[in-house]
């Protein structure tokens, strides 16, 4: 059914329509109407789960890990200081490859203080475990944060869905949110294959010696780029059911033939696209290169995307101080050994929730004229608001 919703208020319902079990979250902005909407559809009898009022991020994490390892489905929310605060159980549970699912709503982390958009507290926690999926627009977040809680199950991995704080948190869009029936059908009872359970005691999460460490790693690993694979048939199945496809691991779109390529993450995706459509005569067309799934890293899809390529602009909404863009050094890296590749050109921009204009795609387009332009650049900075040692 087709309605226009709140960011927020469409993930609330689409956690309902998964059945958790439990749900743990500690507000905080631009999480807030998430959990404020799922609090409602509890009290209102519409959703029928455990919800659990904590008193920190941190508490909410353990409370998941806890509900989900016992047998139980479970959801979570945060964002920003948020992420950092429970970011130890986030190890934790990816660690213990225990099935469940987060949304965080992307939101710059300080110092200095912002509520504003940034995608730092999830670059934070990329190394954590997590499968990550980012969503250009509200519908994709209803359809990934579906998709996710059959991944997580599958694979015995969490999932973290990332959308952008009020850029799509707090923005109207008319979505087609599926009914309860459809998914019900869609999305198997919740199983986990080490679930604790009193008649047979068992432990989880125990000291392991270097004798296994490592092995438990590379376990991690493999299974995370088994993932890869359940991702792209997961939102294959969806398609099949909703009619609607969401790119799977990632997607490509406009000029098959263009030269220059652009490569974003999240709501920067559908700038980009107005801004094609509007500059495109001027700059021409690129291929714009939307990646959903940032763990595992789609390698060789990125490879195939990027074919016929000369330059390739990669676009990120949070740094790495003393090295630059968090995508543009991982693109780089898978491209290293690519004969032929672009030559890539890093620009973080919107840092802190600044405006994104559909302007920026005709003057990205215009960067690539120039050879010696920087490998990485803060591409929207104001240098006379610096003092000079700082420029």
């Known amino acids: ?51 659990v009022s904590v008193e920190s991020e941190f508490s909410a994490a353990s409370v998941v890990l806890g509900a989900a390892a016992a047998g139980a489905r479970a959801y979570t929310a945060t964002a920003s200081q948020g992420v950092l605060l429970m970011s130890e159980v986030l190890f934790n549970i990816a660690g213990l490859r225990v099935p469940l699912v987060m949304t965080v709503a992307n939101r710059a982390v300080g110092a200095p203080l912002s509520i504003w958009n940034d995608q730092s507290d999830s670059m934070a926690v990329r190394d954590s475990g997590w499968i990550q999926i980012h969503a250009a627009d509200n519908q994709e977040a209803v359809d990934a944060t579906i998709q996710a809680f059959r991944i997580a199950e599958t694979c015995e991995i969490p999932v973290m869905v990332c959308m952008d704080g009020f850029i799509l948190t707090h923005t109207m869009e008319v979505i087609d949110m599926p009914d309860t029936d459809m998914i019900d059908g869609w999305l198997p009872p919740y199983e986990f294959s080490r679930n604790l359970d009193p008649a047979a005691p068992t432990s989880i999460g125990t000291l392991v010696t270097p004798d296994f460490f490592a092995e438990m790693r590379h376990s991690h690993h493999a299974a995370m780029m088994r993932a ?74 990125l ?8 330059h390739l602009i990669v676009v990120d909404r949070a740094i790495s101080p003393g090295l630059g863009g968090v995508v543009g050094t991982e693109v780089a890296a898978v491209l290293a050994d690519v004969e032929g590749a672009p030559r890539i050109h890093n620009h973080a921009l919107g840092l802190g929730g600044r405006d994104i204009p559909e302007t920026i795609y005709r003057d990205l387009m215009q960067t690539v004229a120039n050879p010696d332009a920087p490998a990485f650049s803060v591409f929207d ?9 700082d420029r």
């Open 303 to 310: 490879r195939d995307a990027v074919k016929g390529l000369d």
């Open 228 to 301: 890869l694979e359940v991702i792209e048939q997961t939102d294959a199945d969806y398609a099949d059911l909703t009619g609607r496809a969401s790119g799977g691991l990632l997607t490509v779109e406009g000029d098959p033939d263009a030269k220059v390529g652009i490569l974003a993450m999240g709501s920067t995706v559908g700038t980009l696209r107005t801004g094609m459509e509007h500059f495109s005569d001027e700059v021409g067309a690129a291929r714009l290169i939307k990646l959903r799934t940032f763990r595992p890293f789609p390698s060789d899809a």
């Open 1 to 51: 059914m087709r309605k226009a919703l709140e960011g927020s208020q469409a993930i609330a319902r689409a956690v309902a329509l998964c059945r958790p079990d439990v749900v743990a979250a500690y507000p905080i902005t631009p999480q807030t109407h998430i959990v404020e909407n799922l609090s409602k559809l509890v009290a209102e009898g519409d959703l029928h789960t455990e919800f």
């Open 381 to 389: 900075v104001d240098l006379n608001k610096l003092q000079p040692e």
